[in-house]
């Protein structure tokens, strides 16, 4: 029969020390399997209390259910049923990321072109009012032009007579004999220049010539 080195040190009584150095020193017979050491004991160097009761203890070990050992095949299983879940996962996860990345770019391309709508409606009504803004001021300059020239319109005057100096425009152009409509044409040839024009001469929101000084053949023809 073989007993492990547990086994022979709690039947003979024996140290593991001992037990190590007598196999070192080839004083007892041994074999080992899987890693296990097994001393050889002959039945005849036993008594018969002995042999009965190391039988009965081996007996007893071996109708227990033993727990299977842990291998590396074992190990490596487990380590691959792991890999593959944690894979499986991480593909779930990759999927729900893209799923949200998605959705998120969805939601800001929507929100993107409801601003865009509202802005061009914005520009619209802008570009609306600017529209009636600058139709209302050229409707002001044209009502101010022709106020100016309605406010040179000789109003039942008497005749003036001018000399060779300054005369003012409205008296020169009463002076005339022309009709109304000629007087306002020329009128306005004085009203759209005087400001850039040094022969004509602004003083108290009336215009006057100076024909000793100046030819305004030009205005005048």
Do not use: W
């Not at 050889?40 to 299977?68: C, F, G, H, M, W």
């Not at 409509?181 to 400001?195: A, N, P, Q, T």
């Amino acid at each position: 029969m073989r007993l492990t080195i547990d086994e022979y040190c709690k039947h003979f009584k024996m140290s593991k020390e001992m037990i190590n150095s007598k196999i070192r020193t080839k004083k007892l017979n041994y074999i080992i399997e899987n890693g296990v050491t097994y001393i050889i004991v002959t039945r005849s160097s036993l008594d018969k209390d002995k042999r009965n009761e190391i039988y009965q203890e081996q007996k007893s070990a071996t109708t227990q259910v033993l727990k299977p050992r842990t291998t590396v095949a074992t190990v490596l299983a487990l380590y691959q049923k792991e890999n593959t879940a944690l894979k499986n996962k991480i593909i779930q996860l990759e999927t729900k990321i893209d799923k949200l990345i998605d959705d998120k770019e969805q939601m800001l391309r929507d929100e993107r072109d409801k601003i865009e709508k509202v802005y061009s409606s914005k520009d619209e009504q802008l570009k609306n009012i600017l529209e009636l803004i600058n139709n209302k001021m050229r409707l002001e300059r044209e009502q101010t032009t022709l106020h100016e020239i309605e406010s040179f319109h000789p109003n039942n005057e008497p005749d003036v007579k001018y000399n060779s100096d300054t005369i003012e425009l409205k008296e020169y152009l009463k002076s005339l004999g022309i009709n109304s409509s000629k007087r306002k044409i020329l009128k306005k040839r004085f009203l759209d220049v005087y400001d850039s024009d040094a022969r004509i001469i602004q003083k108290n929101g009336k215009l006057y010539l100076n024909f000793s000084k100046y030819d305004y053949s030009d205005l005048l023809a």
